[in-house]
């Protein structure tokens, strides 16, 4: 791999005063044991650690290619961005990874990502894409695509239907509904939903922001989250606060899904990977619903991809795009999205096969494909999602901060 500004940099601040043939070594570029044979390196993490499904299609594509042989590397997720960013600082790293579009405004920033426009243009595979989904891979105020789609998943609601039921309310369809309801429910001594203030919380409360009607940024890639209807968007989440169990503010999913699978909340904000596991607990008690919203002609939801990059330091690029296009092909995208790592295909035939259109609850979230939003890709996005969203949120549902004075709060990180 060649040097980019960002990792001569690191390189020097690495080795100090080393002399330039010892900085050559910051470089790991990825090199075949076998004469005239590329071979690729690519980083991923693991959904389902016992899962082979990853390594057999790796497999199946090094069987097929003769152009050169994928390499897998597999980092825990928890551990994977910083890795990624040390590796690529020091002028390492692998050719191509597997990667979530709220890093992608980070690694843009620093022209470490090649962009993917004119191979994706010249794509027979294009046209098999859900068109909004190609979307994802664009950074605010900048029109080339960096990120492969490749799995995608959005949020919508489950509520319990036989509380519900008991209690006179019909499915909400509407934000001020969730509203009423969680009064209604209140008043029987019934907590309506976790607010989901501790880890991962801030992709429930972004759908719940987007469904309402907030934008995060606008058509020029300026921050507006602190702008216009959000504020009060927001004030609302704040106030379901008030119909949440016990320790809500902290809660983390392991929490908000027992809540809800045990019955203590009649609703839940989250996607597709809890759908097992909440029909066999509830059955025919559950309901799966799009996200409600503040206007019902306008839906919309928080999505979120994970999706591929090719590293722009890569002398195996051509190799990269083999690999990464041949993922988002009809039968290794089909395979993929029915193993347990998978998410929703991305791919227009492969959300028309019977394993999606045959469940009602993956049809709502595939529905949802068209106009879901996923968070503005900005430098500053990793950070709120990573750090500040949780001890900003907490603070306004303690009530130390407003609700503008939050969101001017992740505004001003994000910008």
Request: proline share 5%.
């Amino acid at each position: 791999m060649k040097h980019s500004p960002l990792k001569k940099m690191a390189c020097y601040t690495a080795l100090g005063l080393a002399s330039a043939l010892i900085l050559t070594g910051c470089s790991t570029g990825a090199a075949s044991d076998e004469p005239g044979e590329a071979t690729l390196t690519y980083w991923l993490w693991q959904d389902d650690a016992t899962d082979t499904t990853w390594n057999d299609l790796a497999d199946e594509f090094n069987a097929q290619s003769t152009t050169g042989q994928v390499e897998l590397q597999v980092t825990p997720l928890a551990q994977y961005e910083d890795k990624l960013l040390n590796a690529l600082a020091s002028g390492g790293g692998p050719d191509a990874a597997r990667f979530k579009d709220v890093w992608l405004g980070e690694f843009v920033s620093e022209d470490v990502i090649a962009p993917l426009g004119d191979r994706i243009d010249g794509w027979d595979g294009k046209d098999d894409v859900e068109p909004s989904l190609l979307e994802t891979g664009k950074v605010p105020g900048n029109d080339e695509i960096y990120l492969m789609p490749h799995q995608f998943t959005t949020l919508y609601m489950y509520y319990n239907k036989k509380i519900f039921a008991d209690n006179g309310l019909s499915a909400p369809t509407t934000h001020a509904d969730v509203l009423s309801d969680a009064q209604a429910l209140a008043d029987a001594d019934q907590y309506a939903m976790d607010i989901r203030g501790g880890a991962g919380g801030q992709d429930q409360w972004a759908a719940w922001m987007y469904s309402g009607g907030a934008e995060f940024v606008n058509d020029q890639g300026e921050v507006t989250l602190a702008d216009g209807d959000a504020v009060d968007i927001n004030q609302d989440y704040l106030d379901l606060g008030e119909f949440a169990p016990p320790g809500s503010i902290t809660a983390d999913f392991a929490a908000v899904r027992g809540n809800f699978l045990n019955g203590t909340t009649a609703m839940m904000i989250h996607h597709p990977g809890s759908l097992s596991a909440v029909r066999e607990a509830l059955g025919d008690d559950v309901g799966v619903i799009p996200m409600p919203t503040a206007n019902v002609d306008e839906p919309a939801t928080l999505g979120s991809m994970s999706g591929n990059v090719i590293f722009a330091d890569s002398d195996q690029q051509d190799l990269a795009w083999e690999w990464i296009s041949w993922l988002d092909e009809h039968d290794a995208m089909l395979t993929m999205s029915t193993s347990p790592q998978g998410q929703l295909p991305v791919l227009k035939s492969v959300a028309t096969d019977p394993a999606f259109t045959d469940d009602a609850g993956l049809q709502v979230a595939i529905d949802g494909e068209s106009y879901a939003k996923t968070w503005p890709l900005l430098p500053g996005t990793s950070t709120v999602v990573n750090k500040d969203w949780v001890p900003t949120l907490q603070a306004a549902f303690e009530g130390s901060l407003t609700s503008q004075e939050a969101l001017q709060q992740l505004a001003a990180v994000l910008e």
